[in-house]
C-alpha cells in the first residue's frame, strides 16, 4: 500500500540517505588510496584490496538481497544493513593493519549490498502507481550523484583532514537513517518456512566474487600472466553454469530467474550493464585524465566533477514528470545515450592545453545524459514486475549495472595500457635524425639551454629528456582521448537495444508489493 503526504516523504529521504551511504564509498576511498598507503605502510598492489573487497561483497549480495528481505522482512533488513554499514564505517576508520581495514571494508560492502536493491524496493512501494517515474527519478539521485561526488568529497576531506574521516562521516548519517527507518518505513511479512537455497548462495558467492575479482585486479595483474587468474576465471565461468542450472531446478532458488520471461526486464538487463559502463568508467577515466596529464589536484577534479552532478540532480525531477505524462521511455534514454556520446566526442578532442572551462560543458552535457539515462532505463526494466519480483529485479537490475561498471573500468585500463603502447611506438617512429622537425625542435632546445650556461653535452642530455617527456604526455593525452572515444561509441551502437522494449504510451507503473 502507498504512503501519502508526510510520510511518503520522509521514507523516500530515508531511503536516498541510505542510498548515498553506499555509493559514495564505493568512489570516495580511491582518491585517499596515497594516504592510507602511506600511513599503513603498504605496498600499491596490496591497498588495492581497500577497493576491491569492497567491490567484491557488495556485488555478491546484491542478487540476493531481494531474497533477503523476503526472508527476515524488507524493514528488517534494511535496518540491519544501515547498522551494520555504521559500524563497519567506524571500525574502518579505527583501523590501525591494511588486514584490519580489508576486513572491514568486506563488511562494509556485504551490509552496503542490501542497501541499494532493497531501499529501491521500498521506494517504488511508497509512491503511488501513477507516480513511477517521479519515486525511480528521486532513487536516481543517489544512484548517479553518489559515484559522481564521491571523489569530490574524498578529495576535500583527504586535502583538510585525514583519512579515515572518510569512513567518520558515515556515522552521523548511518545513525539518522537507521532511526527514520525504525520509526517510519513498514514491515513485510517474512517468509521464515522457505527453505533456504545454500547451494545457490555457495555458487552465487564462488562465481560473481571470482568474476569481481578478475575484473578489479586483472590489468594490474596483467591477466592472464597469474594462474590466480587462470584459476577465477575458470571458477567464474564454471561458477555461473552451475548456479544459473541450480537456480532453474530448484523450487526455492535464492534469485529468481523467471522473471527474465519479461522481455522489458530481460533488455533492461543489458541497458542496465551499459549505463553502468558509462557511469562509472567515465567517472575513472576523467581524474586519471585530469591529475596524470593536466595537472590537478584531487580536490579540483572532484570540484570539476560537481556542477554535473548538480545539473543531473535538477533535470531528475523533470524527467519523472515527463514519464509521468507518458512521454517514451525509449526517448529519452536514447537522447541520454546521444548525450553521453557527445561529452564523449568533445573530451577526446581534449589538448595539451586544455583547461577546466574546457571541460565544464561536456560534464555539463554528461550530467543530462545520466538523468536521462538511469531513470527511463530503470523504469523500462522494472516495469512489468509485480509483488515479490520487485525486488528479486532491482537486485539484479543493480547488480548488472554494478558490473557494467567493473567490466567498464577494466576495459578502459586495459585499452589505455595497449594504446599507450601503440601511441609511443607510432610517435617515438618521428624522434630520428632524419625528420627536420625532429632536428630543428632539438637544435633549438639544444641552444636554449646553453644559452642558460650548460655544456654541450649537458644541453644534449636535457634537449633529449624534454623530447621524451613531451612524448610521454602526448601519448597519455593519444590513449585517453581513445579511451574517451571508445566509451562513446559503446553508448551510441546500444540505442537499438532500447527499441527491443515494448512501447507503452503510458508506461505501465511498477505494481503493488501487498
Known amino acids: ?283 575513472f577515466v576523467f581524474p586519471v585524465f585530469c591529475q596524470n596529464l593536466l595537472g590537478f589536484n584531487a580536490q579540483q577534479t572532484g570540484e570539476l566533477l560537481f556542477p554535473g552532478g548538480l545539473c543531473t540532480i535538477i533535470m531528475m525531477p523533470f524527467i519523472g514528470k515527463m514519464l509521468n505524462k507518458g512521454i517514451p521511455a525509449q526517448f529519452m534514454a536514447t537522447a541520454g545515450m546521444f548525450l553521453f556520446f557527445v561529452f564523449t566526442w568533445m573530451l577526446s578532442n581534449s589538448t595539451l592545453a586544455t583547461g577546466e572551462k574546457d571541460v565544464l560543458i561536456p560534464l555539463l552535457i554528461r550530467g543530462v545524459g545520466m538523468a536521462l539515462l538511469f531513470v527511463p532505463l530503470t523504469t523500462l526494466a522494472m516495469a512489468d514486475l509485480k509483488g515479490p519480483e520487485i525486488g528479486q529485479g532491482s537486485g539484479l537490475n543493480n547488480m548488472m549495472r554494478q558490473l557494467g561498471g567493473s567490466f567498464g573500468i577494466a576495459a578502459l585500463t586495459t585499452l589505455i595500457h595497449i594504446r599507450q603502447g601503440y601511441h609511443r611506438s607510432t610517435l617515438i617512429e618521428h624522434v630520428n635524425p632524419y625528420n627536420p622537425a625532429f632536428t630543428e625542435r632539438l637544435n633549438q632546445l639544444v641552444h636554449g639551454f646553453m644559452a642558460k650556461g650548460k655544456s654541450v653535452l649537458d644541453a644534449t642530455h636535457m634537449a633529449y629528456a624534454a623530447i621524451e617527456g613531451t612524448v610521454i604526455r602526448q601519448t597519455m593525452l593519444l590513449t585517453y582521448d581513445d579511451a574517451y572515444w571508445i566509451s562513446g561509441l559503446i553508448m551510441l551502437f546500444s540505442i537499438p537495444l532500447l527499441y527491443l522494449q515494448p512501447f507503452r504510451k503510458n508506461l505501465k507503473p511498477v505494481a503493488d508489493a501487498h
Not at 531474497?67 to 522482512?73: A, E
Not at 544493513?81 to 567506524?90: E, L
Not at 532493497?118 to 548517479?144: D, K, N, S, Y
Not at 553518489?146 to 568529497?153: A, D, K, L, N, Y
Request: include cysteine.
Open 1 to 283: 500500500m502507498a504512503e501519502t503526504g508526510f510520510k511518503k516523504w520522509i521514507i523516500t529521504i530515508t531511503v536516498i540517505m541510505a542510498s548515498l551511504l553506499e555509493l559514495i564509498d564505493t568512489t570516495i576511498v580511491n582518491v585517499a588510496i596515497p594516504h592510507i598507503q602511506g600511513n599503513l605502510g603498504a605496498t600499491l598492489e596490496d591497498i588495492a584490496w581497500v577497493v576491491t573487497g569492497y567491490a567484491v561483497a557488495n556485488v555478491i549480495i546484491l542478487p540476493m538481497s531481494g531474497w533477503l528481505g523476503g526472508r527476515f522482512g524488507r524493514k528488517s533488513y534494511f535496518l540491519t544493513s544501515i547498522i551494520i554499514f555504521t559500524i563497519a564505517s567506524f571500525l574502518c576508520g579505527n583501523a590501525t593493519t591494511l588486514n584490519e581495514l580489508v576486513i572491514f571494508r568486506i563488511l562494509q560492502g556485504i551490509a552496503g549490498g542490501g542497501l541499494i536493491s532493497t531501499g529501491q524496493t521500498i521506494l517504488l512501494e511508497t509512491w503511488p502507481r501513477e507516480q513511477i517515474g517521479t519515486a525511480t527519478a528521486l532513487f536516481g539521485l543517489g544512484a548517479v550523484v553518489g559515484p559522481t561526488v564521491g571523489p569530490t568529497i574524498g578529495g576535500w576531506i583527504t586535502e583538510n583532514y585525514s583519512w579515515p574521516w572518510i569512513f567518520y562521516v558515515n556515522l552521523p548519517v548511518g545513525a539518522l537513517a537507521a532511526f527514520l527507518t525504525y520509526t517510519f518505513i513498514r514491515e513485510t511479512p517474512k517468509e521464515e518456512k522457505r527453505p533456504i537455497d545454500w547451494w545457490g548462495i555457495g555458487l552465487l558467492a564462488i562465481a560473481v566474487g571470482s568474476l569481481q575479482t578478475i575484473l578489479e585486479k586483472g590489468e594490474s595483474e596483467d591477466w592472464f600472466a597469474k594462474n590466480y587468474i587462470i584459476v577465477l576465471t575458470i571458477t567464474a565461468i564454471l561458477g555461473i553454469i552451475l548456479f544459473i542450472w541450480r537456480e532453474l531446478s530448484t523450487d526455492h532458488p535464492i534469485v529468481n530467474f523467471s522473471i527474465m520471461r519479461h522481455r522489458s526486464f530481460s533488455v533492461g538487463m543489458f541497458t542496465s550493464f551499459i549505463l553502468g559502463f558509462g557511469l562509472y568508467g567515465s567517472v
